[in-house]
């Protein structure tokens, strides 16, 4: 989910005195601490952390070459295999992960190519079942939610169709999955009500159209170019997976008329960090066609709520906010109705967290040019950073870099997919 480049990013070799990490609290990077309601708090503890200029606590293990690359995602079959699922300036590459040391490449799958600025192809992916969804900000080609059918790995993959979210436009910008009850979350750009209708945005295509590769992001890219719009504008749609997943079936809208940026679903809670209103919210879905919501909380005004992810056992919550480049990713305790109390920030030298996501109390985060990255929160309040594996040749606070990250459940297995170097599979050690 990259988003603007205000400079060229320096080299390392530029930096160098520059690259000992350090946690770094809110208020050693220029930033404000932001409370419930936009209440000011105490500034958090600086935490200096000790370490070296190079990877710690985690090894690259094999690397699959690519430009244009967006978010990845992994997939574990019925049989233990594990695979991955990496957004690229094509389409969507499938990555057989079996041998660790030697991951092949099952298949590239045309996807949507009309990005707004030429070398940037925004896509995000969830699996369910055996079944990949993946959103795009380009809508020419399989435009919408594209559907891919995984059950005949190691040996293909199959493109399903793609389908049109309920308001019409096919441009997401996001997706989460509740696995366990195959409930679909998308980000939407607008607020359109249920059960209101609104015409299809454009014809969904099947032919592959030429994918433009490489590329510059423009210096001017904004967050206006994404689809989300202002504070006010977006929503989220929920969508049966369950019933049939090759035909999803539409269930409701909730959270009108404010700015969605990115959403977790965790149990029957889905927490959504919201964008251009500077706010995250938590929403009840235990009935899925009646969200309620649970919590609304006010960051920084003039912050970007870019993604949010509980804990293991929901008490607290990470969020990241990416613009301003050089924000701290923050630590939230819970309070349940009530505003939740910020405990902690973190960052890793002087790169800009773009997502984390959790398992348990380990954060994992995907640190733009500083690489993958990994936080142990066990305590909440004075995190501490237990592994670091570069993927990128450059440094410091601009959006180039490791995009996404992707856990695999119960083992030291990590995915990193970096903007310009392409897939990275890293074992996590001791």
């Avoid at 490489?214 to 989220?236: F, I």
């Amino acid at each position: 989910m990259k988003h603007i480049r205000p400079f060229p990013a320096p080299s390392r070799s530029a930096i160098g005195a520059l690259l000992a990490l350090c946690i770094v609290g809110l208020s050693g990077c220029g930033g404000g601490g932001g409370g419930g309601g936009g209440a000011t708090l105490p500034p958090p503890p600086v935490v200096v952390q000790p370490g070296s200029p190079g990877d710690f606590g985690g090894k690259q293990l094999a690397s699959v070459a690519r430009t244009g690359v967006a978010g990845n995602w992994g997939y574990t079959a019925p049989d233990g295999a594990r695979y991955a699922l990496m957004g690229t300036a094509k389409g969507i590459l499938v990555l057989d992960l079996r041998d660790s040391a030697n991951v092949r490449v099952v298949d590239e799958i045309d996807g949507p190519t009309n990005t707004p600025s030429p070398g940037v192809y925004w896509r995000e992916m969830r699996v369910y079942g055996t079944h990949a969804y993946i959103v795009s900000e380009q809508d020419n080609v399989r435009g919408g939610v594209m559907i891919l059918d995984l059950s005949a790995l190691p040996a293909s993959v199959r493109f399903v169709k793609s389908f049109a979210p309920r308001d019409g436009t096919l441009r997401a910008h996001t997706i989460d999955i509740d696995t366990a009850r195959g409930l679909a979350y998308l980000q939407r750009p607008v607020s359109v009500a249920p059960p209101a209708p609104a015409p299809i945005s454009a014809p969904l295509l099947d032919a592959p159209a030429p994918a433009v590769f490489g590329g510059a992001m423009a210096a001017a890219h904004t967050e206006g170019e994404h689809e989300h719009g202002g504070p006010s504008d977006g929503s989220v749609e929920v969508w049966d997976l369950k019933t049939d997943p090759e035909n999803p079936r539409y269930i409701t809208t909730f959270n009108l008329n404010k700015s969605v940026h990115d959403m977790t679903a965790v149990g029957n809670l889905v927490y959504v960090a919201e964008g251009t209103a500077n706010s995250w919210s938590i929403w009840d879905l235990t009935t899925p066609a009646a969200p309620r919501l649970s919590v609304r909380w006010v960051g920084t005004p003039g912050n970007f709520a870019h993604n949010i992810w509980p804990s293991g056992d929901g008490t607290f919550v990470v969020t990241t906010e990416e613009v301003p480049a050089g924000l701290p990713a923050r630590v939230w305790r819970l309070n349940g109705a009530a505003a939740p109390t910020q405990l902690s920030t973190f960052k890793v030298g002087t790169g800009t967290p773009h997502n984390v996501i959790m398992e348990g109390n380990m954060a994992y985060l995907s640190h733009y040019t500083e690489g993958a990255v990994a936080v142990d929160l066990s305590n909440p309040a004075v995190p501490k950073v237990v592994m670091r594996v570069d993927t990128s040749a450059l440094a410091g606070p601009g959006y180039s870099g490791c995009w996404g990250v992707y856990k695999f459940p119960g083992l030291p297995l990590l995915t990193c997919s970096d903007i310009e170097t392409g897939f990275h599979l890293i074992s996590i050690t001791p």
